[in-house]
């Protein structure tokens, strides 16, 4: 069978749909990697997967541009003659699903990995495109077989909102984590309890929530890191200059997130809203207590008070309270530690979300989609 994976990065199909084209491949499908150019574009003929370039601009909003994406897709997968098309994230979702149906591949699948920034902002502009947005998901999800959701708020939420039928919508929870990779293994211990935050330098992500945080705890023998770059092109960016301030310890763009994630003692994240965030899988694997948000895709990482506590949405507060009942008590941090390291084997690990995908995509080759 000839199966194709559509997304708006490379990147994203590279670090996050690799093991299920590999284990497509050891089945002896064709697989493709349809994306536009970037660093890991060469990268996927290592592993038997061909890489089919096609232009869109992320940040487009102008409509007549938007379907020369559609047209620039549909060009593509049409002289493929594909039995499976995968598409994952928002316009390639939409995009995909439309270019599929005109090229009449027997398949389509979308995959909704989180609903973004529009989602939390209460602008004018994010409420216009949240309903522009969903008048096109419901169209798209018509014309494809299945919706694949990595967390139920997502999935009951476009079920609610009738943008999706109950029938084709599938969860599979996060796109996995390698457990045998991402294990804690023995360090010296740090001299302050070292409290991490691995995430964009967004507001959305609860930078702000963070490092007030800190500033309560600043009298403690707490360190508190965040790793992460700046955005600059997301209005929701924040400035070099908070983030150089304050009681936290910025460390910018980092190469051994791993190693990092490691030394901690326990791991924050007080974001908005997620997909299911791949930091909080890493840390969890790893055996780290964790500090997040009660939001949509964090709390499918973290059951509240036990491998971690889940706090309310701005409330700096509480994240600290939590954060020091941690920091004073070596033994809680342990245990739940144990506890999130069990829950990421039984759970998250990424053989059993490839599996899962296998499974939807099993469902067309025996003909029963």
Known sequence: MKIAFLSHL???LYLFRLPIMEALVKQGHEVFAICPRGDKFEEFEKYSVQAI???IQRQSLNPFKELKT???????IKP????????????????????GHLAKVPMIVNAVTGLGSFYISETKKAKAIKIVMEKLYKEANKRVNFVIFQNSDDMSYFIEK??????????IKSSGIDTKKFIATPTEKNEKVVVLMVARAIWHKGIKEYYRAAEILKEKSIEFILIGDTDEGNHSCAPKEFLQSGYVKWLGHRDDIKEQVN?????????YREGVPRTLLEATSMSKPIVTTDTVGC????DDGVNGFLVPLYDSKLLAIRVLELANDEALRRTMGRKGRAKAVNEFDVGIVVNKYLEVYKRSI???S
């Open 10 to 12: 490379d990147l994203n």
């Open 53 to 55: 370039e096609y232009k």
């Open 70 to 76: 559609i047209r620039n897709i549909f060009k593509v």
């Open 80 to 99: 493929l003659q594909l039995d499976i098309l995968q598409n994952f994230t928002a316009k390639p979702n939409i995009y995909g699903s439309i270019a």
């Open 162 to 171: 009738k943008l999706v039928t109950k029938e084709k919508a599938v969860l």
């Open 263 to 271: 030394k901690c003692d326990i791991f924050v994240l007080p974001s």
């Open 299 to 302: 709390r499918e990482v973290v």
């Open 366 to 368: 025996d003909g029963s």
